[in-house]
């Protein structure tokens, strides 16, 4: 294509090319040939192109799903997915709270066990009964024997 038409060109489309265009266009098959497909194509764009008042609207919800999208597919550190309030964080709660439950209630077994005869009955059977001991002060060492116990 000469640059006489490339100059003019975008101005025919529009249909306000000068006359030399046109005398360019008589004299020359190449251009001439080159001009009448552009102008068939661009016939076929502005059939396909919606005019101004019929452009689609997009549905509800439309922005918020390419948001979402678009914040899914940005690569999150190694913190915030551990920490990020979803399904897999609430599960790591609640093995761990369950770890902490198991590790405590063992704890207190294994106390319980090693502490054989602490109850407050065990005590009170190894009071001694046969020595003679003052009348009113007998349940108050007893009180402090049982609190004083470890």
Not at 16 to 39: G, N, Q, W
Not at 67 to 92: D, Y
Request: net charge negative; proline share 5%; aromatic share 8%.
């Amino acid at each position: 294509m000469h640059d006489a038409v490339q100059k003019e060109l975008e101005r025919h489309l529009a249909g306000k090319a000068s006359p030399a265009f046109y005398r360019h266009l008589d004299e020359c098959v190449s251009c001439r040939t080159e001009v009448a497909e552009m102008d068939e194509l661009s016939q076929i764009l502005k059939e396909l192109s919606p005019s101004l008042g019929e452009a689609p609207e997009p549905s509800a919800g439309f922005y918020a799903k390419i948001a979402a999208t678009i914040c899914e597919q940005q690569p999150k550190s190694t913190w915030a997915r551990l920490f990020s309030p979803g399904q897999v964080f609430f599960q790591r709660v609640a093995f761990a709270s369950l770890l902490l439950l198991v590790g405590l209630g063992g704890l207190l077994v294994r106390q319980e066990a090693e502490q054989d005869g602490a109850d407050a009955t065990a005590i009170i059977a190894q009071y001694d009964t046969t020595t003679a001991h003052a009348g009113a002060a007998e349940p108050d060492r007893l009180l402090v024997t049982l609190a004083a116990y470890h």
